[in-house]
């Protein structure tokens, strides 16, 4: 489905992608692993449209939508949830939600908020408050349902589960496999390796820019180097 070969980054002379091989398949959890400022963030916001790689190509649904921007690949059926949520804090949950559906041209779209609704409740309730009085786990929904309601076939997950509490975050992997289970296919980046690799079906692990490691998810699970590195020692 999604395929980057020899994938370069830079921000100004600073290489951070270097060569970055990576497929995505239909219907599947794929995960990204590795430290800080390994490069998680950058693959996602080059494959998003946010960043132009400099060498390489990405592929998508077998066209070839290297350099395209963030709106041409939105309508292609990729939409990213960032790093920290990215939210419209001083619009409604309603709004934001609204705001996810902009770029489509069907009628369906209020049907469409209503079954997100339904799968995310708490946001039905909260729907007339401001998105920036939800709590963090709140506003997480918030922008996955936001990305579901662009009817992506990709979607892009940057480290949904960053700075919420334990409870919350068994809650967002649990809506990702039901992501999945939906029919759409999900990358996701996380810190939290080992909840992402029981959820996965494969993972790739990243280093200074590099993917240094990759395997099935109960692969890596098992991996002494991923065991030693991103699990801890039992
Ligand atoms: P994190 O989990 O901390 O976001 P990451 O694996 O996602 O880590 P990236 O954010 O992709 O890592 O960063 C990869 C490299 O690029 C790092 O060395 C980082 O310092 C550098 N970098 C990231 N953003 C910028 C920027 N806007 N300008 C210059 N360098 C950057």
Redesign the pocket.
């Known amino acids: 489905m999604l395929k980057l070969t020899n994938v370069e980054t830079f ?1 100004g002379q ?1 290489q ?1 992608l270097k060569g970055i091989d990576l497929e995505v398949h239909e219907g599947k959890i794929i995960t990204l692993l ?1 430290a ?7 693959t996602m916001k080059t494959i998003a449209g946010l960043l132009k790689p400099k060498n390489g190509s990405i592929e998508f649904m077998g066209e070839n939508i290297t350099g395209l921007r963030p709106d041409q690949l939105l309508r292609k059926g990729i939409s990213l949830v960032p ?1 920290g949520r990215a939210i419209l804090s001083s619009m409604t949950v309603l709004e934001n939600l609204e705001m996810g559906a902009y770029q489509r041209k069907d009628k369906e779209v209020k049907e469409d908020i209503e079954d997100v609704m339904k799968r995310f409740p708490i946001l039905k309730e909260r729907q007339t408050q401001m998105a920036g009085t939800l709590s963090g786990g709140q506003q997480q929904m918030l922008a996955i349902a936001r990305a579901l309601l662009s009817k992506p076939k990709l979607i892009l997950l940057d ?1 949904p589960s960053m700075g919420l509490a334990p409870l919350i975050v068994a809650d967002i992997f649990k809506i990702i496999k039901e992501i999945k289970e939906a029919g759409t296919t999900v990358l996701l ?1 996380e810190q939290n390796a080992k909840q992402a690799l029981k959820i996965a079906d494969y993972g790739y692990v ?1 280093e200074t820019g590099k993917i240094i490691i990759e395997g099935s998810a109960d692969s890596l699970l098992e991996d002494p180097r991923v065991v030693e590195a991103y699990l801890g020692r039992k």
């Open positions: 921000y600073i951070a590795g800080n400022g390994a490069g998680k963030s950058t790093e480290e980046v990243m």
